[in-house]
């Protein structure tokens, strides 16, 4: 078996699902996490000078989705046809979009305000509810569409460990995120009952985000 | 054979990558080309309401990097090991955070200005240049570790695609972009002249981006 090592941040954010990946398939790995100045320290040797970065026997791969990707296609975690394949990939951009779109909310929240949005308040009512209404309504008709309870018919994919560890970060800033939602609220529970992933929620380290 | 119809805006952006790769592989596909008027008629019968969609004997997949990569393993141009098409994978999440960077700048000259960047000279120094600078930079790591030219050892890949025809893009808006990387110029160039992507260049629609 190959030697995994995962580089990241103390934290869950881009880091945990592949983590959760981990996890779910029974595979050993280094769970590298790192403070700031070790950040610091290592980050020219990293490609793009971010983490998370896997090593694979000694091989850097980085960037978070592409990461997880790789390790959702070996342990069987990534769809199970081409072409439900192809449709996780989608929900996962479409994910980072909606993540692109709140990071006025979410990073003021966590301390990192962009300019132009230093009510955060405001930005709650005017950029993450929206965002949240549209991308619920994407989210609701993939449930629909299917009888396993997760995104795709193939059942639990990578596309819902990223999803639902962001909602994780969201309903601890916003304890009303799933109000008038209550199909997504039991998807977001739905997944962390899955009993690999429920054994390791409960034993991971307690990180806000 | 599948029959695939590929949805987009007559216009390069999120689409061509995929029209691409078609050319690349000689397999037919039907171009449909919206109007805004006909996007708008067919907005709600996309999964999340945008194009690119690509239909594939029925079914529907959207996401331009997912229905990208979808063609590209089919047709061979994703990568030729597991890690590499990991890494062939994050160049392209690499290259959409890019994108993400330079919106104020690239959407302010494409007519749709965001909030707070109506100069679009400061836009060009303050975001377009430091992100160039940065994404090259990766770009050049890349290309210097591997002798095929392509941003990864085995050969040409969607990742390629998607980058390059940006660079036309933005060649076109600012002509001394590649000021500076004559190496990178290079590549771009290198790309461009693989055989069955030059006969696509010359017989494809003209459209600005």
Known sequence: ????????????????????????ADVPFEDVRLTREKFMELKPTFPYGQVPVLEVD?????????????LAKK????????????????????????????????????????????????????????????????LKNLLNKNKSGFLVEGG???ADLFITDNMTSLVGLVPEYFEGY?????????VQEFPKLKAWLAKRPNTPS
Chains 1, 2 share one sequence.
């Not at 000694?58 to 790789?70: H, M």
């Not at 994910?95 to 230093?118: A, N, R």
């Open 156 to 158: 639990v994919t990578y």
């Open 182 to 190: 209550p199909e997504i609220e039991a998807y977001y529970k739905h």
């Open 75 to 138: 342990f069987g975690f990534a769809g199970k046809t081409e072409v439900e394949q192809a449709i996780v990939d989608g929900i996962c951009d479409q994910w980072k979009d909606f993540y692109v779109e709140i990071k006025p909310y979410f990073y003021g929240k966590l301390g990192y305000c962009p300019p132009g949005w230093e009510d955060v308040e405001k930005a709650k009512t005017e950029v993450l509810i929206p965002a949240r209404d549209k991308f619920f309504g994407f």
């Open 58 to 70: 000694g091989v850097q791969i980085p960037q978070s989705v592409a990461i997880a990707r790789f």
């Open 1 to 24: 078996m190959p030697s995994y090592k995962l580089y990241y941040f103390d934290g869950r954010g881009f880091g945990e699902a592949s983590r959760q990946l981990f996890a779910l």
